[in-house]
Every structure is written in C-alpha cells, then in structure tokens.
C-alpha cells in the first residue's frame, strides 16, 4: 500500500485556507470518514478563535502587533490538534477519495512527493443551471481557455462558497456554506423549503497543493 503525507504551510494566508478546508470538509463526510464528532467539536472550537484573531490581524482598520500576536497564539493552539486530526485521521485512510486528499494536502510518497503546482492565477468562470427541482449544476470553465471545460493543470476543485437569501453579499467571507466541485455540471442540492430563494456565490479553484487561487465575481441565481 502506498504510504501517504501531508504538509502544513508556513504563510498565514495559506495556514488560513488549508485549516478552514480541513475544517469544512471535516463537518461534511467526518461521520463517513470515520472521524470521532468530539475531535470535530474541538477542532471547530479552536477554529472559531483562530478565524476571528485572524481576521482582525488581516484587516487594515483592525491591524495591530497584538492582533499579530494573538493570531500567532490562537494558531499555536489550534495547529497540534490539526496534525493529530492528519496523523490520526485523514492519512491512509481509505474511506477519503483521492479528490479529498488532494484538496487537503495529502500526496502519495512513492509518486514523488508533493508535486510543486503553484497557486492557481486564473478564476472559474461559473454558471448556475437550474435543470431540476432543487438542484443547482455548477458549470464551470478557466478563465484562460474559455473554450474547455477542464480545470487547469494541478487543480483538484472549484471551490463555491455560497449564502442563500438575505442581502447579497460583497465578499466571499460572507458566504457561510462551500461545495467542492471536481467536474463541471456537478449538483448541489437544496431542500424543498428553499425553493425560489436566491443564491449569492463566489467561486475559486484549488489546487492539489491546496494553494488556492483569486476569487472570481459574484454570482447569482434563483433555487428551482
């Protein structure tokens, strides 16, 4: 069986993405992946504290070096327990797909290590298609070859972070939920109390590495 690693960056901004990917993919398929709900629990606690000390430390207005200070510390706190979830959890085991892995940061070490993709540069060009009651399919294309449905080289995702109804919104930060396309024309289903609400998004890739890259604009459609 192929041994399999991870890596943990160093830069803040990146720290920030590949945690806040683990976390959400954690309180999607942790149950199916065997993950204890408790380590979720703690882990999501920790992240709650790390979130806001960075957001604060990342904001112009709100910068400060005991902003810095602090989202060093929250990270410290949060970043042994990230490794044990890695360690314990996600590494080998054969419940996540190779997709989840790669979006995560998990490489294979007998195909060479960790492939050096850098962060994507381009954005997906998306559309929402309302085929079916209560699906959405996510239509995808590379800003850069507009002609071809395919992700760029080394990228595992289209990442869409979305909110439903409310007022719309004017940064992907306020989009609460995410879903991880893989191919182009994936569904995202909505219950049947969300029928005719409007849904905001935004959209970016994410590659293998779990670099990500820049946010493309906002999109909107109605629930069918």
């Known amino acids: 069986m192929a041994k399999e690693s991870y890596s943990i960056p160093i830069s803040p901004s990146e720290c920030y993405d590949v945690s806040n990917t683990v976390l959400r993919m954690l309180i999607k398929f942790g149950a199916q992946w065997k993950v204890p709900a408790p380590v979720i629990t703690d882990f999501q606690t920790l992240m709650d504290g790390y979130n806001s000390t960075y957001q604060v430390a990342s904001n112009r207005s709100t910068q400060s070096p005991g902003a810095t200070a602090a989202r060093k ?3 410290s706190n949060t970043k042994p327990l990230l490794v044990e979830i890695y360690n314990s959890y996600l590494v080998n085991n054969p419940d996540i797909s190779v997709s989840d892995k790669e979006a995560m940061g998990i490489f294979v070490i007998n195909q060479g290590g960790k492939t050096p993709y850098p962060a994507p540069t381009t954005i997906p060009n998306i559309t929402l ?24 080289e080394g990228v595992a995702f289209c990442e869409l972070r979305y909110k439903i109804d409310g007022a719309s919104p004017t940064s992907p930060e306020e989009c609460s939920q995410s879903a991880y396309v893989s191919r182009s024309h994936e569904a995202i289903v909505f219950e049947p109390s969300q029928r005719g609400k409007v849904v905001y998004g935004y959209a970016r890739w994410i590659n293998r590495n779990s670099k990500t890259g820049p946010w493309g604009g906002l999109v909107t459609t109605v629930i069918p």
């Not at 298609?129 to 760029?152: C, G, R, W």
Request: aromatic letters at 12%.
């Open 73 to 75: 510390a929250a990270w």
């Open 129 to 152: 298609s309302s085929e079916q009651i209560s699906l959405l399919y996510v239509l995808f294309n590379d800003s850069a070859t507009p002609s071809s449905h395919a992700k760029p």
